[in-house]
């Protein structure tokens, strides 16, 4: 029996590590995943936090949407959710605020990112060109999680636990603020789309002809008929 690993699986392996759109989302990638994109969550949010301090309070924004738009994006609306949810936490325990973390507001970040995710997986516009449904989708996402969410949810979290003398519908109009945000998270999430799909993280933006397949493709038939090969082989024997 041969038990040699063969250089088609080697290279195969390679890819699905670094391509989690072609490749099989095992748990342990989905986890190595979800770490990685909260760490780049917590980051942008300490960047933005730094840069608030530098700006007019009418142009502060956070750029925490954005890591989840990508981690919603790439490996689907639960664990963009989780990546919210978990950055949310850390982010509250590095940068305090006063007083334990407000759940209202986390479940909020967390359903902003799944119905995000929801969006983008699940309402399709094939005649488009992928750019532009992939855009589409990206920006309806982030209005009905805008509406639900930042408007909604975290709105009524931030009004309950520190603004409940404050007329609830004024206040909501004050936060009307936040739309600027994500107007800008989805600017930047834009300008990614085209980096994301060559890294194989996202869909390629040029649609296959007829019998086209990308070199993953090509590496796993490679590797099945190989596969096939050695089972007869063994079979044999």
């Known amino acids: 029996l041969n038990t040699r690993r063969s250089p088609t699986l080697k290279i195969k392996s ?44 009418f142009l502060k924004i956070s750029l925490a949407y ?29 940068i305090p605020t ?25 309402v399709k516009f094939n005649k488009l060109p992928p750019y532009a449904d992939m855009l589409i989708r990206a920006v309806l996402g982030a209005i009905f999680s805008a509406i639900i969410c930042t408007l909604g949810v975290n709105t009524f979290g931030l009004w309950y636990f520190y603004y409940p003398n404050t007329n609830f519908w004024a206040f909501t109009v004050s936060r009307l ?27 390629p933006l040029k649609r296959k002809s007829a019998g086209e397949e990308n070199d993953v493709e090509k590496d796993i038939r490679t590797e099945n008929d190989a596969n096939n090969h050695s089972d007869k082989d063994a079979q044999g024997k």
């Open 98 to 122: 006063g007083g334990a973390p407000n759940l209202l507001l986390m479940a909020g970040n967390g359903l902003n990112a799944i119905i995000f995710g929801l969006t983008f997986k699940y």
């Open 66 to 94: 954005l890591g989840w738009y990508i981690a919603a994006a790439i490996l689907g609306p639960w664990a963009g959710g989780a990546v919210a949810v978990i950055s949310d936490l850390i982010g509250q325990w590095l």
């Open 177 to 203: 603020t936040q739309l600027t945000s994500v107007a800008a998270n989805i600017i930047l999430f834009a300008a990614t789309i085209p980096v994301l799909s060559n890294m194989g993280l996202l869909p």
């Open 14 to 57: 390679q890819q699905e590590i670094a391509t989690p759109y072609n490749c099989r989302k095992t748990p342990t990638r989905i986890v190595v995943y979800i770490a990685t994109m909260v760490a780049i969550s917590i980051v942008l949010k300490l960047l933005s936090n730094t840069l608030s301090q530098t700006l007019p309070s």
